[in-house]
């Protein structure tokens, strides 16, 4: 892997690393913090100014984040300052997030050599700008699907992060901060990322092999004493379109198949058939969720025989047809205009709302309700 000007090791203390994050809207707010927090705290160990950070919208007006809260940018688009590295950072309802005239920039900042990247969903941006074409990219687990679907071109993977020449891309929630600070440890080294780490009280710094191990870890943590059943849900997640049969999934990790079906019901409480329908069935979520795909080519995709088929498997297990998901999800992030708040409305009563507007905003994504309580 070749590491862009930008991102080569400085010696001279006196060069700053200026870095750009273009906020979109609905943005999550961990994943801004978790990259500005390592340059400063960089520049706070080191006692010199290594890196500077600057906010920048499209027009310079205030942009809300995924909690609702509002973050007034240092700049428009039309009045940036030149930077090194431009970070997309993205969060919920990505595909509607962005602009046209927000793509046009991240070309023209492509043209001029800046270093390009996301944070959190902000890959998707890069990749429909067609900015990702031939790299290897991360993104948010949630966004996989949909990316891989739309930008076959770009080649997505489950890792935390991962740097490909002058492309720097996360996924989302704390693992920005794990980019950032191999960052730091190739411009600085690593004694200066590991104290910034110590500092944070992280035990360490994940590498850009390590994976987000999506599927165990929301359901039973049981993923580090069984790799058998994580390398079998893994082929799963890699087979989706076209499945494979339970005998040959058992022979994959060396069991037998009545062996493989007790491993499931004993750890995640269902059949190995069950687990492997829901992964499809949470895919295809996610792809009416997040793409105009049309329902034959999500059903193709996600590895049932037929349309009826697939349609009667989603009212079955999911409680609604694919259709009516399609039609309750889109028009959702329009729910936010029936609860803004009022000028005339008092500031305490008007903040009261924002748990309200951000869960129902949060209602068109494809993990809304997924866990039962």
């Keep these: 892997m070749t590491i862009s000007t930008a991102l080569d090791p400085i010696k001279d203390y006196q060069k700053v690393t200026r870095v750009g994050f273009l906020l979109l809207n609905n943005f999550t707010m961990i994943a801004l ?3 500005i927090e390592p340059l ?3 520049n706070q160990l080191s006692g010199h100014e290594l890196y500077s950070w600057h906010m920048v919208s ?4 205030p942009v809300s984040a995924s909690d609702g809260l509002s973050f007034t940018p240092d700049f428009s688009i039309a009045d940036m300052p030149e930077l090194d590295l431009l970070i997309v950072c993205g969060g919920v309802d990505i595909t509607r997030s962005f602009t046209q005239k927000q793509v046009s920039w991240l070309q023209l900042m492509n043209r001029r050599g800046v270093t390009l990247g996301g944070i959190c969903t902000g890959a998707y941006l890069l990749a429909h700008a067609g900015l990702l074409n031939g790299y290897d990219c991360s993104t948010h687990w949630e966004c996989m699907a949909s990316l891989q679907e739309h930008y076959p071109k770009v080649n997505c993977n489950n890792r935390l992060f991962t740097i490909d020449k002058n492309r720097m891309t996360s996924s989302g929630g704390i693992s920005p901060m794990d980019m950032f600070l191999h960052m730091v440890t190739l411009q600085h080294g690593p004694k200066l990322s590991m104290a910034v780490s110590d500092m944070f009280i992280c035990d360490r710094i994940r590498s850009e092999f390590d994976q987000q191990r999506v599927p165990l870890r929301q359901l039973h943590n049981c993923g580090d004493s069984k790799p058998k059943l994580v390398d079998v849900i893994e ?3 890699n087979n989706l379109e076209e499945p494979i049969g339970l005998d040959e999934l ?5 069991v037998s198949r009545r062996q493989l079906e007790r ?3 004993k750890y995640l409480n269902c059949s190995p058939s069950r687990y492997y329908l829901k992964l499809r069935l949470d895919r295809a979520r996610q792809l009416l969720k997040q793409s105009s ?7 193709t995709a996600c ?4 349309t009826p088929h697939f349609s009667r498997c989603y009212r079955k297990h999911i409680g609604i047809s694919p259709r009516d998901e399609r039609k309750g999800g889109l028009p959702l992030s329009q729910q936010q205009n029936d609860i803004t708040e009022s000028p005339e409305e008092n500031g305490f009563f008007a903040s009261m709302k924002r748990s309200v507007a951000v869960l129902n905003s949060a209602q068109a994504e494809p993990s809304f309700g997924s866990i039962s309580i």
């Excluded at 499209?58 to 007006?61: K, N, P, S, V």
């Excluded at 058992?250 to 060396?254: E, N, P, S």
């Design 33 to 35: 913090a978790s990259s």
């Design 293 to 299: 795909m049309a329902i034959v080519e999500i059903s």
């Design 250 to 254: 058992a022979a994959f990790v060396d």
């Design 40 to 42: 400063r705290m960089a």
């Design 235 to 237: 082929l799963m997640e």
């Design 263 to 265: 491993m499931f019901l």
């Design 303 to 306: 590895g049932f025989v037929s």
């Design 58 to 61: 499209e027009t310079g007006a």
